[in-house]
């Protein structure tokens, strides 16, 4: 069993039913827990802000998505990385060799020096910006989800 690194996009779907979240989960078959870089936490209450904002979701159902997240954070189903001084490094040197037409925002960036930092070799995304960035930071990027 191996330790998958999500970025938010796909740590959300483990939880949620939005579009493609039946593979993203079938992911954690073969998984025995999944990585995040430390702010992804913070993401992840933004995304369920978002979700109430928008009124799609019943609150209810935001609050037990939320609840999921907080226990599997505490009982290490999700892995929280720290955000080291040579995370943010790694970050740097990277963006600033990165090609003038890069578009990565910058904690997607902390997501990826994060990920290569802790020795991943792949992420697992459906953000376009991030997977093809994901390159520059020695990383094999992969989505499971269909167009």
């Known amino acids: 069993m191996q330790t998958l690194y999500f970025d938010t996009t796909y740590l959300y779907r483990i939880y949620?039913?939005?579009?493609?979240?039946?593979?993203?989960?079938?992911?954690?078959?073969?998984?025995?827990?999944?990585?995040t870089a430390w702010h992804g936490r913070a993401e992840?209450?933004?995304?369920?802000?978002?979700?109430?904002?928008?009124?799609?979701?019943?609150?209810e159902l935001l609050e037990s998505l939320d609840s999921q997240f907080q226990d599997d954070c505490v009982n290490g189903l999700i892995q929280l990385l720290?955000?080291?001084?040579a995370t943010m490094l790694r970050l740097e040197?990277?963006?600033?060799?990165?090609?003038?037409?890069?578009?990565?925002?910058?904690?997607?960036?902390?997501?990826l020096a994060c990920a290569a930092e802790h020795g991943f070799t792949e992420i697992y995304?459906?953000?376009?910006?991030?997977?093809?960035?994901?390159a520059l930071f020695g990383l094999a990027a992969i989505n499971?989800?269909?167009?």
Request: without cysteine; proline residues 5%.
């Open 93 to 111: 040197t990277v963006l600033r060799g990165a090609p003038a037409t890069t578009i990565i925002r910058a904690a997607d960036a902390l997501h």
């Open 44 to 59: 992840f209450t933004s995304i369920l802000l978002r979700k109430r904002r928008e009124g799609n979701d019943p609150a």
């Open 125 to 134: 995304s459906n953000d376009r910006h991030f997977l093809t960035t994901a």
């Open 144 to 147: 499971v989800i269909p167009e």
């Open 82 to 85: 720290p955000l080291s001084e």
């Open 16 to 35: 949620s039913t939005e579009r493609g979240h039946e593979r993203v989960k079938k992911l954690l078959g073969g998984a025995e827990n999944i990585a």
